[in-house]
């Protein structure tokens, strides 16, 4: 949800970022920014879902090669467990108790065979989705946020709000937001999460003054060319 919304915000922050820096109008920030939400939250989602989907796939098709591979030389199979156990530091007598212990439930040795020797982990396609819906929430939520401003102004203060307000309120919620996502970072992450905040406030500082200083360059080449 964090890595997620974190993209989403900050990709329509610089798209308002840029139209600003353009000259653009209010209607042209929403039309673009609205379009570029929804389409970015299908594409990350789409995303999600497909690559999910396919490794549940293949998590399938390589337990298969090896419930057949347990059945035909369930020995083998222990041994080279036990010898990957031994690896990592283990006494040859805790491996073989070890082992022995995970051998006696069948679906458990084959899932720990698979992540020791392939690195694959236990996926399915329920999960896969309950993800990419997660993912498609997530980015369409937050990306929504630089757009709040050019969304309820209007209707709040009808012409008595001008598009340099709109933005400069835009810039303050959505900076704000982004502090809160860096800091939920932080707590998932186990890391500062007041320090975390700031590196996302000033990653989305940032990429506000590049896209507005390429919004202003764009619109001055514009001119020049017309």
């Known amino acids: 949800m964090v890595y997620a919304g974190g993209d989403g915000i900050l990709t329509t922050l610089a798209i308002v970022s840029g139209a600003y820096g353009g000259n653009l109008s209010s209607g042209v920030v929403l039309i673009v ?50 010898q990957i156990f031994v690896e990592k530091g283990m006494s040859i007598p805790d491996a073989h108790d070890l082992v022995d212990m995970i051998a006696s439930n069948q679906n458990l040795f084959i899932e720990v065979l698979m992540n020791q020797e392939l690195g694959l982990k236990p996926s399915d396609k329920c999960g896969a989705s309950r993800e990419s819906f997660v993912t498609f929430m997530s980015f ?21 709000i001008g598009h340099d307000h709109m933005f400069a309120f835009s810039l303050i919620i959505t900076l704000i937001g982004v502090f809160f996502l860096g800091f939920l970072k932080g707590i998932y992450s186990r890391a500062r999460s007041i320090w975390t905040g700031f590196e996302m406030l000033i990653q989305g500082a940032t990429i506000s003054l590049i896209s507005y200083l390429m919004g202003r360059f764009a619109s001055s080449i514009y001119h020049v060319i017309n």
Do not use: W
Not at 36 to 60: K, P, Q, R, V, Y
Not at 141 to 158: Q, V
């Open 140 to 160: 369409l939520c937050f990306s929504f946020i630089p757009l709040l401003s050019y969304l309820i102004f209007p209707s709040i203060f009808s012409a008595h």
């Open 33 to 82: 920014g609205i379009s570029n939400c929804i389409a970015d939250a299908l594409n990350m989602g789409l995303g999600d879902l497909i690559s999910g989907i396919t490794e549940a796939e293949h998590f399938e098709r390589e337990k298969r090669i090896f419930q057949d591979e347990v059945r035909r030389h369930p020995e083998d199979e222990m041994d080279n467990l036990r």
